[in-house]
């Protein structure tokens, strides 16, 4: 999730199990020539819980406003059990994570279906409508007429 812009503040509390690799400072602008991952939190403990754990606070702590961050994407993926219980792979993320909703169940394919139509309806309803008028002055309704007319402007 890259993002550009300026960092107007920054505030992060790392405390003990906790590094950081990063070379922003609050005042820094992000171009767009700038690697997307501008910082990087590493948490250790004597056991996954309490690395996790402190990862956790590290994250609730971290303070950057001005530019986008994966912040909230990553505590969710805290609270998720695969990881908790550190059964996930690298294709996780596609192909289990991002399919749940936000009660962590992952929806029917007639949800997905019914979301997807209603998406594309929603889509099709916000383009303009083009007025067509035929050669004697009259509007015409044909969808056809319409699609051609918009293809020519």
Not at 19 to 45: A, C, F, N, W
């Amino acid at each position: 999730m890259p993002s550009t812009g300026k960092i107007y503040y920054m505030n992060k509390f790392l405390g003990s199990g906790i590094r950081e690799d990063t070379g922003i400072e609050q005042g820094d602008e992000i171009s767009i020539y700038y690697d997307p991952m501008v910082s990087k939190l590493i948490s250790y403990g004597s056991s996954r819980e309490i690395a996790i754990a402190k990862m956790k606070r590290a994250l609730q702590q971290y303070k950057i406003i001005g530019i986008k961050t994966n912040i909230n994407f990553l505590l969710s993926l805290l609270r998720c059990d695969e990881f908790i219980n550190g059964n996930y792979n690298t294709q996780f993320i596609e192909k289990t994570y991002l399919k749940r909703g936000k009660d962590g169940t992952t929806p029917a394919d007639e949800t997905i279906a019914a979301l997807s139509l209603a998406g594309i309806l929603f889509k099709e309803n916000k383009k303009p409508k083009v007025k067509i008028f035929n050669s004697n002055g009259h509007q015409t309704k044909s969808n056809w007429v319409s699609k051609r007319s918009e293809n020519y402007r």
